[in-house]
């Protein structure tokens, strides 16, 4: 096939644009990991870029042989047009760009309806800002069998290059529902029967006297602010990470998976 060596080539401006979030209806997988890992789900492959190290590779032209079965749009790409579209510094010599998957509402409400838990456990992340925080707490979530993860509005994209990689391809797995509004989650959530509780330096129970054989929300605000006070009150339960040494707060994704993991030995 011929080898892509112009940075004005369209393919190459698509990229761009994919990894830049202007095409808001396709992801950008940088990696073999990560590559892979797109073909191991049903989203259409729109474009496939690779570099000749890549091609060379056992391992790439496994994966070449495998992608021509989901796109017909492979392209080799010079070394120094690679470098153009690459998020990473050293990167793999791969590139996917798949289409986005669906999320919503509908899209978590009927992973609960097909899955029938007797306590459904759903993850709401209220203005995350970090994506490595945020890919972090998805790979965990997945870990765990979460039923769905909402993100409110003001959120990090979850679909970014960094969140991605953090992730390693759980957002392309996961139940998601992104760009929620916050009293419209805990609404929803009343709704389904699930329980709220958020984590509160005040709160008087520890995470681990907490009853996780019910049906869940566990709420986390951002790693600014965290929830305000009315958010606060808004949750129909706290908990408390007890700390040692003065220290006041964990990173979010430290804590979600300290949580995480409690609510899922308990259950």
Known sequence: MPKITSRDNQKIKFARQVRDGRER?????????LAEEVLKTDLPVREVFFNEDFAE??????FLNSV???????????????????????????????EKPLTGESIISANLLRRRLQFPLVILLHEINNPNNLGAILRT?????????????????VFSPKAIRGAMGASLRLPLWTNAGFTEALQWSREKNLKSICADVNAEKAYTEIDWNASRLLVFGSEAHGLSAPERAAVEESLLIPMANGVESLNVAV?????????????
């Open 57 to 62: 590779t056992e391992r790439g032209r496994s």
């Open 141 to 157: 979530a997945e870990a765990v069998d979460v039923s769905g993860v909402i993100l409110t509005k003001n959120s990090a994209d």
């Open 25 to 33: 209806d396709f992801v950008f997988v940088e990696g073999a990991r």
């Open 255 to 267: 804590a979600c998976g300290i949580i995480l993991y409690e609510a899922r030995r308990k259950r």
């Open 68 to 98: 021509k079965a989901k796109s017909e749009s492979l392209a080799e790409v010079s070394d120094k047009i690679f470098a153009s579209i690459a998020d990473t510094k050293t990167s793999q010599g791969i590139v996917v760009i798949c």
